[in-house]
């Protein structure tokens, strides 16, 4: 156990972070899932859009690397440029 105040104090800032950046990680994920089960073009380019500034963010916070989200931007670019364009 910790010791000094301000030890103490790091381990509860800590703590805190853990979950904020937990659950923008988590919630970029289920983006992504949403993303790849969509089979609307229109639909996934919007949300394209989204999910991709988000795993910018992330890695721009350091929360996932920096390669890991253009890798998944990269993939999903596909994904989502494989889908038919529906013709009216």
Do not use: F
């Amino acid at each position: 156990m910790a010791n000094h105040k301000s030890s103490k104090k790091a381990i509860r800032s800590s703590a805190k972070k853990r979950l904020l950046n937990r659950y923008q990680h988590v919630t970029t994920r289920n983006m992504v899932k949403k993303l790849r089960l969509t089979t609307d073009h229109v639909m996934a380019v919007e949300l394209y859009k989204k999910v991709s500034s988000a795993l910018d963010k992330l890695a721009k916070r350091n929360i996932i690397h920096k390669n890991k989200a253009a890798n998944n931007k990269s993939k999903l670019a596909r994904l989502v440029n494989g889908l038919q364009p529906a013709t009216a």
